[in-house]
């Protein structure tokens, strides 16, 4: 979202906006129930949709906001591996799975599977397929447990 479109916005629709916040106020001061919450999410609405902003351009940009979050938060949790790669440490735990736990990080899986979860600083990030990184991390994990 550009702000100078929203500037230009402004200046060519200010009287429709002014009209729309007066409309509001008045709802918010004389109405006294949830037909007046009805009324405000109407009028706002109706800006949104008057603005040439559609619900698809809201969806795409939340998309994106979340993919990108996710993007940042697997590269901090792969990076965080490398670092703590000498301080994890491998449990088998008996029935074909193992976990592996270091300071930041968790990961879960089965023996022969190419996924683990991963719970990076207490949150669950998902199922993540076993690359290069995740590979080299555990296995320092389980040099570590055989070093001890």
Do not use: C, H
Request: proline fraction near 1%; avoid cysteine.
């Amino acid at each position: 979202m550009d702000m100078q479109v929203w500037i230009e916005f402004l200046k060519q629709n200010w009287l429709v906006i002014a009209i729309a916040l007066i409309i509001l106020f008045i709802v918010l001061n004389v109405v006294r129930t949830v037909i007046k919450w009805a009324l405000v999410v109407l009028i706002i609405g109706g800006l949104l949709i008057y603005s040439g902003i559609s619900f698809d351009k809201i969806q795409e940009v939340v998309t994106t906001v979340k993919d990108e979050t996710v993007d940042t938060i697997k590269t901090e949790a792969l990076n965080m591996m490398m670092k703590e790669a000498k301080e994890a440490k491998y449990t088998s735990n008996g029935d074909g799975t193992y976990s592996i736990k270091a300071p930041n990080l968790e990961l879960t899986g089965s023996a022969g599977s190419e996924k683990v979860d991963v719970t990076f600083r207490g949150v669950s990030v998902g199922k993540w397929e076993i690359n290069e990184t995740i590979r080299s991390f555990i296995d320092d994990a389980k040099g570590n447990a055989a070093s001890k």
